[in-house]
């Protein structure tokens, strides 16, 4: 296993990995919906992994941090919204939302 991650709803999330342990606070949203959070969370890390074009292994802390961070970013504006795909942010949303609020 490279990567454990734990997600903690508004709490955000933990993630492990051989050589890291990494806590994330929640990104503040105004939550209606938490169906699909969790999907959009993994998606949004998955997309940001890929984005890096590294196997976790390889990344460093700052990047790992900064990816999990856009994977909450992403999981928390889809509780934003009703639904499950049409909740989904787009990445101009989820930037707006971290710069908002920097971690």
């Given at each position: 296993?490279?990567?454990l991650?734990?997600?903690?709803?508004?709490?955000?999330?933990?993630?492990?990995?051989?050589?890291?342990?990494?806590?994330?606070?929640?990104?503040?949203?105004?939550?209606?919906?938490?169906?699909?959070?969790?999907?959009?969370?993994?998606?949004?890390?998955?997309?940001?992994?890929?984005?890096?074009?590294?196997?976790?292994?390889?990344?460093?802390?700052?990047?790992?941090?900064?990816?999990?961070?856009?994977?909450?970013?992403?999981?928390?504006?889809?509780?934003?919204?009703?639904?499950?795909?049409?909740?989904?942010?787009?990445?101009?949303?989820?930037?707006?939302l971290?710069?908002?609020?920097?971690?």
């Open positions: 296993v490279k990567l991650l734990i997600t903690l709803g508004k709490d955000g999330s933990v993630s492990f990995t051989r050589n890291m342990r990494l806590r994330h606070e929640e990104v503040p949203a105004k939550t209606v919906d938490t169906t699909a959070a969790g999907d959009s969370f993994t998606g949004g890390l998955v997309a940001e992994l890929s984005r890096l074009g590294k196997p976790v292994d390889a990344l460093s802390e700052q990047e790992l941090w900064e990816a999990i961070r856009f994977a909450n970013a992403v999981g928390a504006l889809t509780t934003t919204k009703k639904g499950s795909i049409s909740a989904l942010p787009t990445r101009a949303e989820v930037e707006k971290l710069a908002e609020n920097p971690g």
